[in-house]
Structures are given as C-alpha cells and as structure tokens.
C-alpha cells in the first residue's frame, strides 16, 4: 500500500529554513500527484504547495509564494518542500498526500503520511 513518509520538520527561529521531505517506498512518486498540507489545531488542512500535473505544473498558496519551494528529485524517489524565510504563522504539522491522480491542491489526495511537526519560534 502507498504510504508516504515525511521527515525534516524540527524548530527553526523566524527568518530560518528548513527541507522538508517526502518519499514512498516502491512507488515511483514521477507518476503521481505529490502536494504538501498542512493544519494547525482547530482549523482545516490547508493546501501548501502542490505537484498538480505530470509535467510539473506547480500550485502554491498565497501565504508561501516566493518562500517555499516544492521540487522533485526523480533520481532519489523523493519530493522536498524547502521552506525559506519561515514565519511562526508558517508553525503546523506539515503532510506529504500522493494521488494516482493530477489535482488541485486540495484535501482530497487518497494517500496521506503521518506528518511532521514544524515549530517557528525564537
């Protein structure tokens, strides 16, 4: 079963970075929609950033747009979210989602990861 794995989140000061990073063992993430999400307690999962078309068609929320990157790396199977110039209203558990399907960046992506906590505080 497809089962995204997330890791890099962690404790960064306000201005900080961080790499987030996704990957799904036996599954050629190339040939699936990838997006990354994230919620905070008492608020809906919010589409960051997201890989909507197989030829690599980007979307990325307002909020983030010129600060995080969402990128392929075909030859290591994974998808990474860099995260530049983070705010602590950037804080929330970060999701990796995988679909067989291209699609917007919305909470409808059929396979989900556990997640990664990113905390902006100085």
């Known amino acids: 079963q497809l089962k995204p794995v997330e890791s890099g989140g962690g404790l960064v000061q306000p201005g900080g970075s961080l790499r987030l990073s996704c990957t799904a063992s036996?599954?050629?993430?190339?040939?699936?929609?990838v997006g990354w999400f994230r919620q905070v307690p008492g608020k809906e999962r919010e589409g960051v950033a997201c890989?909507?078309?197989?030829?690599?068609?980007?979307y990325y929320t307002g909020s983030v747009k010129g600060r995080f990157t969402i990128a392929r790396d075909s030859a290591k199977n994974m998808v990474y979210l860099q995260m530049n110039s983070l705010k602590p209203e950037d804080t929330a558990v970060y999701y990796c989602?995988?679909?067989?399907?291209?699609?917007?960046?919305?909470?409808?992506?059929?396979?989900w990861g556990q997640g990664t906590p990113v905390t902006v505080s100085s």
């Open positions: 036996g599954y050629i993430l190339d040939y699936y929609a």
């Open positions: 890989i909507i078309s197989r030829q690599g068609d980007t």
């Open positions: 989602a995988v679909d067989p399907v291209f699609r917007l960046c919305v909470d409808a992506y059929d396979h």
